[in-house]
């Protein structure tokens, strides 16, 4: 489901938002015993434990859904258009709960913590993400785009400081170079594929644990997204990355997990080499052989 306008106006309005989910009831206190699908994630950094999430009354967008995410590693999410992808993935850093009606069943652990008993602002944090359609403040310079998360939080920065974080996250995304000199010029000026790197280095600022991409590449052109696609096999190294794709071709290159879900149900998880030669579900393998999707 498109909903990029709304995902802008949300990040804009962050701050305000978030201070109106504090006071909202957090929906699940109990852990419940950990299913993890797959055994050779030792010490998963994120354990997501039955969640379930509708956007009201009783129907559910996604079901069930257990599964730990390994550090230092890319796991994509795949599976045909409105099967939840999206869903899951804004329910790990708790943006779905801007949308006015949602409610959730089980849990998803940080560590010990469950995230919905955390300030939502801190897990943005450590959780930090990067929508579809590049969305670079437009009013905002390159500079203050990068520093945006600090700014609409009220954190305080020396300039030195801010400077430091600017040059590192433009460096982290391999912006830098091309952007050094303009730095004060805004954001909308660059290439499409250049201010997904922007919005990824965005994200970077403010030193996540965890990034998550919804379809970041598909507004892109073959280079632009050959590009992110290099530079998130690079991020790895320092962070977690979920990144949803319909493509699949693009889970392959780059992913080393993969999570297939059809109709809101995660069917299947597994090492990426594993799952592209030898699924274990036959809606996985139908998807997989383009049956549907
Ligand atoms: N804001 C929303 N309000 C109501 N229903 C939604 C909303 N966003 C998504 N849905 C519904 O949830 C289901 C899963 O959608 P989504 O997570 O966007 O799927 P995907 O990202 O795989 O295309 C779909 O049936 C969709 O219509
Ligand atoms: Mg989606």
Same mark, same amino acid.
């Given at each position: ?11 804009? +309005? ?43 009354? =009783? ?67 450590? @959780? ?5 359609? *590049? &969305? ?8 203050? &785009? ?6 609409? !939080? ?26 050094? =000199? ?24 403010? +030193? ?7 379809? *970041? ?5 073959? @280079? ?5 696609? =290099? ?15 319909? !493509? ?5 290159? @780059?992913? =080393? ?14 090492? +990426? ?21």
């Amino acid at each position: 489901m498109e909903s990029t306008i709304l995902e802008q106006e949300v990040i804009a +309005t962050e701050k305000a938002i978030a201070r109106r989910m504090e006071v909202k009831e957090n929906t699940t206190k109990t852990k419940s015993v950990m299913q993890n699908p797959i055994e050779n994630i030792a010490s998963p950094i994120l354990n997501i434990d039955k969640l379930s999430v509708s956007y009201g009354g =009783d129907k559910y967008s996604i079901t069930d859904v257990s599964a730990g995410i390994a550090k230092n590693k890319i796991t994509a999410i795949m599976g045909p258009s409105g099967c939840g992808k999206s869903t899951l993935l804004r329910a790990i850093n708790r943006m779905h709960e801007l949308y006015p009606n949602t409610h959730n069943k089980g849990a998803v652990y940080l560590g010990d913590e469950n995230i919905y008993d955390m300030n939502p602002i801190l897990l943005r944090r450590k @959780i930090g993400m990067v929508f579809q359609r *590049p &969305n670079p403040f437009p009013t905002m310079s390159i500079y203050d &785009n990068v520093i945006a998360g600090y700014k609409l !939080n009220g954190i305080k920065l020396k300039r030195a400081e801010k400077d430091a974080i600017v040059e590192k996250s433009l460096r982290e995304v391999g912006l830098w170079s091309e952007v050094k =000199d303009s730095l004060h010029n805004k954001g909308t000026f660059l290439s499409g594929g250049q201010q997904q790197r922007l919005c990824i280095a965005r994200a970077l600022a403010y +030193t996540p644990e965890i990034i998550l991409l919804d379809e *970041p590449t598909s507004a892109l052109d073959p @280079i632009a997204t050959a590009k992110i696609e =290099d530079l998130l096999v690079k991020l790895k190294k320092d962070f977690t990355i979920v990144l949803v794709t319909h !493509n699949m071709s693009q889970a392959a290159r @780059i992913s =080393d997990y993969s999570m297939f879900m059809y109709l809101g149900e995660l069917v299947e998880y597994g090492k +990426t080499k594993q799952m592209f030669t030898t699924p274990k579900d036959r809606r996985t393998e139908e998807y997989l052989t383009g049956k549907f999707g």
